[in-house]
């Protein structure tokens, strides 16, 4: 079986048979490379993550009533041996690498908060 939670059922777990996941996964996949994503190649891959400090993550489809929602899981560490021929070891989360220019923008924030329009801070 595969659990997840969804954006329709409060915070009620969902179990799926594995089969059935794997087709709502593809659909979602499907409708996400058409729109909002777009596959690139290993090469490509290998490219931008030696030459971004941003790295990766994986994502997350939540079902919701008309399809998927993607969510990328940007507070997990995930390996880079797979893409970039490193060792497995982790590498920090995508927030973690962003942690310090979260703190300049927040300092520049209380410095002057006009400068930042009518943004919500969170």
Same mark, same amino acid.
């Given at each position: 079986?595969?659990?997840?939670?969804?954006?329709?059922?409060?915070k009620?777990?969902?179990?799926?048979?594995?089969?059935?996941?794997?087709?709502?996964?593809? =659909? %979602?996949?499907?409708?996400?490379? !058409?729109?909002?994503?777009?596959?690139?190649?290993?090469? *490509?891959?290998?490219?931008? /993550? @030696?030459?971004?400090?941003?790295?990766?993550?994986?994502?997350?489809?939540?079902?919701?009533t008309?399809?998927?929602?993607?969510?990328?899981?940007?507070?997990?560490?995930?390996? =880079? %041996?797979?893409?970039?021929?490193? !060792?497995?070891?982790?590498?920090?989360?995508?927030?973690? *690498?962003?942690?310090?220019? /979260? @703190?300049?923008?927040?300092?520049?924030?209380?410095?002057?908060?006009?400068?930042?329009?009518?943004?919500?801070?969170?």
């Amino acid at each position: 079986f595969y659990i997840t939670e969804s954006e329709f059922s409060a915070k009620r777990l969902l179990y799926y048979r594995k089969p059935v996941w794997s087709i709502f996964r593809a =659909l %979602g996949m499907k409708k996400l490379t !058409s729109s909002q994503y777009k596959e690139i190649g290993e090469k *490509r891959v290998k490219i931008l /993550l @030696e030459t971004h400090g941003v790295g990766l993550s994986r994502l997350k489809l939540l079902p919701k009533t008309t399809g998927m929602r993607p969510i990328a899981m940007l507070s997990q560490p995930e390996s =880079l %041996g797979q893409y970039c021929g490193r !060792s497995r070891t982790t590498e920090q989360s995508t927030n973690d *690498r962003l942690s310090n220019m /979260l @703190e300049i923008l927040r300092y520049e924030y209380e410095r002057n908060p006009k400068k930042f329009g009518a943004g919500v801070s969170g």
